[in-house]
Structures are given as structure tokens and as C-alpha cells.
């Protein structure tokens, strides 16, 4: 009877991919965060050109100054919210940026012992097969012998 293959690299494979699935997860949450602050921007971009088209005023009409410089204030910071929006959108890019490439190296990582694994797997069978050939080879002489006339 064979022994079973055994990996002794195992414990390593199994940190590999839980590295590998930590890494996914930090890649989605960071993702997460940046379709968030991106959403963020479309809304706040909207109440800008819904504010600009308000603040318009027909042929004709008085225009009520106080109303226009309050528009005017909120226009000024929604520009500024704007603006830090692009800076948190840009500096959660580059944190998804260095995930993914986290994640690249961990998938690199736990693929090379998955296939480090596949080969000790193949070289094991074939050594078994081997073994098993040249047992079976060892009982067909054994039984040819045994079964053959003795020369005395």
C-alpha cells in the first residue's frame, strides 16, 4: 500500500492564500470607498449646475441682490467642496492602486506554491506508479518461477 502524498509546504500555501484573500478584501474596500467619494462628486456636481440654472433670471425681472450673493457664497463652496472631493478621490486612488498591487503579489505568490505543489503531486504519482510497476513486474518473475518446471 502507497503512503498519500503529503505538501510540507502546506502551512505556507494556506498563509499564502489567506494573504492572497486578505488582499482582496482590502482591494474591494478601498474600491468601495472610492465609488462612494466618486458618487459624492457626481451629487455635489449636480447641485452646482441645478444652482446655476436657479440663479438664472429672465428678461425683465428684478434681480434680487441678496439672493444672488447667497448664491454666489454657496456656489464658492460647493467649488471648494469640489476641490477637496478631487484630492480624497485621488489620494484613495493611489491606496487602490497600491492594493491591487498587493493583491498582484499575493496571487503571484500562491500561485507559484500551487504549482510548486502540482509538480511534487505529479512526481509523487509517477514514483508510485514506478514503484507499484516494479512490484508488479517482481510478482510476474515470482509466479513464472514458481510455476515453471525446476531444474535440478
Do not use: C
Not at 478601498?30 to 433670471?57: A, C, P, W, Y
Amino acid at each position: 500500500m502507497a503512503r498519500r502524498f503529503r505538501f510540507r509546504l502546506a502551512p505556507l500555501l494556506k498563509l499564502r492564500e489567506a494573504r492572497k484573500k486578505d488582499a482582496q478584501r482590502l482591494l474591494g474596500k478601498v474600491m468601495g470607498e472610492l465609488q462612494i467619494l466618486r458618487n459624492h462628486l457626481d451629487d455635489i456636481k449636480q447641485l452646482q449646475n441645478s444652482t446655476f440654472q436657479q440663479r438664472s433670471v429672465g428678461r425683465g425681472q428684478a434681480v434680487n441682490l441678496d439672493l444672488w450673493r447667497s448664491i454666489e457664497r454657496f456656489l464658492v463652496s460647493l467649488e471648494r467642496k469640489i476641490d477637496e472631493t478631487n484630492v480624497e478621490i485621488a489620494r484613495v486612488q493611489l491606496l487602490a492602486d497600491e492594493a491591487r498591487r498587493a493583491l498582484t503579489k499575493a496571487h503571484r505568490e500562491h500561485l507559484t506554491l500551487l504549482r510548486l505543489k502540482e509538480r511534487r503531486q505529479e512526481q509523487y504519482d509517477f514514483e508510485v506508479s514506478k514503484e507499484e510497476q516494479q512490484q508488479a513486474d517482481e510478482l510476474a518473475v515470482l509466479r513464472y518461477q514458481y510455476k515453471s518446471p525446476r531444474a535440478s
